[in-house]
């Protein structure tokens, strides 16, 4: 038995000897009105997961429905609207799906040449150099914190 495990023994015992110590007398009161006003919030500022069933089915929903008509206000935008076809039929969950993805890879084509080719290249070289001053910062403080001790 080397040395450190002789003082771990040691303050071992030393502390099981020690008596209890009681909680502060005002300690019960604050955590038992801690726990009502907990219980006595409503459900909507409880997490997403202790929300009732058919309110996190309403809120999925209406996300869906928001980010659908913020799809199609953009779609209206960079689409003129006498060019737009006008649907008569019944499409399909995959036609549907290829043409949106037709359509968004068209419009980050139409934005990727839209920059110029020197503000790609700064913003990529702007990357870089964060990055790099990232892994510096990190290692940096990495040597400050736990080397140096």
Known sequence: MNESEKLEQFVGQVLKQQPLRKAPPTLEGRVFAAIEQRAARPWWRESFLHWPIPARVAFLLASFGIVKLALMGVMWLITDSQSAPVVTRSVSLYEHS???????????????????????????????LLYIALFALGATAYRTLYVNK
């Open 98 to 128: 290829a043409s949106f993805l037709a359509t968004l890879r068209s419009l980050v084509s139409t934005l990727f040449h839209a920059i110029p080719p020197q503000w790609l290249a700064g913003a990529i070289a702007l990357t870089v």
